[in-house]
């Protein structure tokens, strides 16, 4: 039975980028289904490094404290030689904190964990993902798009503003649109496995047979469960036993030893890796974020932290042009993510290369702290000095203290939805206040007070500067004290125009 226009989004696929939209539309009010075709939610640890941006962003949407109570760090590598001896090494070559950067090291935290805590969020924002139901196809038109569903109640159909495919690797939404996902694969076949083990200690990830792509194996202990993740090359071809006794044989052929038992297995895959990135992620009024738009090896830790962000960068802005921008602000998107995208893949590659000879470190090029817009068409930016920030790059953090003499964050002013406008040593406040934007002046007689020079070390700003953040914690526009007047048309463009 065809129903009217009921919510403004249809999102499908409940892993971690659908639940990251769900819950940046559910803040802003704005109306949506998430579906997911799966009877019940993933139970497997594939992603399960959260880079210090993706933190950032888990701040922002309340749920930081959470992911590092159900988490962990990473352990050292302890890697084995063929006289039974090993060497313990560090994987995550992290830096300092400091107030620009609060988070400098990626957190374990396996992906059904990570996308259980997402989802007790989005119950506490009062929605939840409808399992066991199925997108079948979809038209759109101008007005919208029309979507045939099945659940276990029948078929359905339903219109809405917009489609988002969220429905990775295999997405039906990118085959329906018919949008090219050209790459490769990469000839690389490999086993993952979450099981309860014994024969090995949990305070070092166990490595066995670096460089040797026949018997490499190794096993990490996953932080916040009992569990051991076990992953391994297998030949491209041929049956692989993936049970418990199965991988117990894997594991003695590949240690040389017989104490190592795996009594369980939770979750298991067989994949071939590949890397591939679709050609668009908008068509009409339907996008792909997620694996839907891109597929990579696991290396590096890159996927899931995309993926969030993708989500996390589409959010506001369909509820901005619900709100009244202007539909181009949705082309956006893909202006800005689909570049990340492209430029992960080929780390993910990279790293994968230096895996397969033994080389697992990481340092600062993993941490995704540094991915910036600046060709974004809402990127301005007319103040220039040496060392100054510029517009597209992320809005670093920084601790000021209030006119009332508390102590604040940067990032504490920044969370929620809003735009913020910083005004530093301004005159005058000349910009007028308006719906959805946070204005700040941060001088000495100001609501805010630099008295560290945390702020100035992090942005470098002329005396005069205006500084408008986005919601998703990038720099949406740099401007100089005579060209305040750009805010205007600009704060328009963007969906913040007086009202």
């Known amino acids: 039975m065809e129903q009217p226009i009921g919510v403004d989004v249809l999102i499908c696929g409940a892993g971690a980028a659908g639940l990251t939209l769900a819950i940046e539309l559910a803040r802003r009010g704005v109306s949506f289904r998430l579906i997911e075709k799966m009877a019940v939610p993933f139970a497997g640890s594939r992603g399960k490094g959260i880079q210090p941006r993706t933190q950032e962003i888990f701040e922002d949407l309340g749920i930081l404290d959470r992911i590092v109570a159900v988490g962990g760090a990473y352990p050292n590598e302890r890697r084995y030689h063929a006289d039974g001896s090993y060497t313990d090494g560090v994987i995550v070559a992290g830096h300092n904190a400091s107030p620009a950067e609060p988070y400098h090291l990626p957190l374990m935290v396996p992906q059904f964990l990570t996308e259980a805590v997402l989802r007790e969020r989005l119950l506490e924002l009062g929605h939840r993902p409808h399992y066991d139901c199925e997108l079948l196809g979809f038209e759109q038109d101008q007005d919208g798009v029309t979507a045939h569903l099945r659940s276990d109640t029948g078929r359905q159909t339903l219109k809405v503003r917009w489609l988002i495919g969220a429905d990775g690797g295999r997405s039906l939404v990118r085959h ?98 590949n890397a591939r990135l679709a050609d668009r992620y908008r ?85 995704q702290l540094d991915i910036a817009y600046p060709a974004s068409s809402i990127a301005l930016c007319t103040a220039h000095q040496p060392s100054m920030l510029t517009a597209g790059q992320r809005a670093p953090d920084a601790p000021l203290r209030g006119a009332g003499g ?82 205007e048309p600009y704060m328009v463009q963007v969906g913040l125009g007086l009202s």
């Open 406 to 487: 508390q102590v604040t964050r940067l990032f504490h002013l920044f969370q929620g939805t809003h735009w913020t406008l910083l005004a530093y040593e301004a005159a005058h406040m000349i910009v007028p206040p308006r719906p959805g934007l946070h204005i700040h002046q941060i001088k000495q007689s100001g609501d805010l007070v630099d008295d560290q020079g945390d702020f100035h070390a992090a942005y470098r700003p002329a005396n005069g500067t205006w500084i408008l953040v986005r919601p998703d914690g990038y720099l949406g526009a740099i401007v100089a004290a005579e060209q305040v007047v750009l805010l």
């Open 176 to 273: 329906a649109l018919a949008v090219d996902f050209p790459g490769k694969t990469l000839g690389v076949r490999a086993v993952v496995a979450d099981v309860m083990l014994t024969g090995l200690t949990r305070d070092a990830w166990h490595r066995f047979g670096d460089g040797d792509m026949r018997q490499q194996i190794s096993f990490c202990p996953l932080a916040g469960t009992e569990m051991f993740q076990i992953q391994g090359p297998i030949p491209l071809d041929g049956e692989i036993d993936l049970s418990a006794a199965g991988l117990t044989s894997l594991a003695a052929a590949r240690t040389g030893r017989d104490d190592i038992c795996i009594h369980s297995v939770s979750w298991s895959s067989a994949y071939v890796m």
């Open 283 to 367: 068509v009409g009024r339907v996008f792909l974020v997620g694996d839907a738009a891109h597929i990579h090896p696991p290396t590096g830790g890159q996927g899931l932290n995309t993926s969030v962000q993708d989500a996390y960068n589409l959010g506001w802005k369909i509820a901005a042009v619900i709100d009244g921008a202007a539909d181009a602000l949705l082309d956006s998107y893909e202006q800005e993510r689909r570049p990340v995208a492209a430029e992960m893949l080929g780390l993910a590659n990279k790293l994968l290369v230096d895996q397969q000879r033994g080389e697992m470190r990481r340092g600062r090029e993993v941490q």
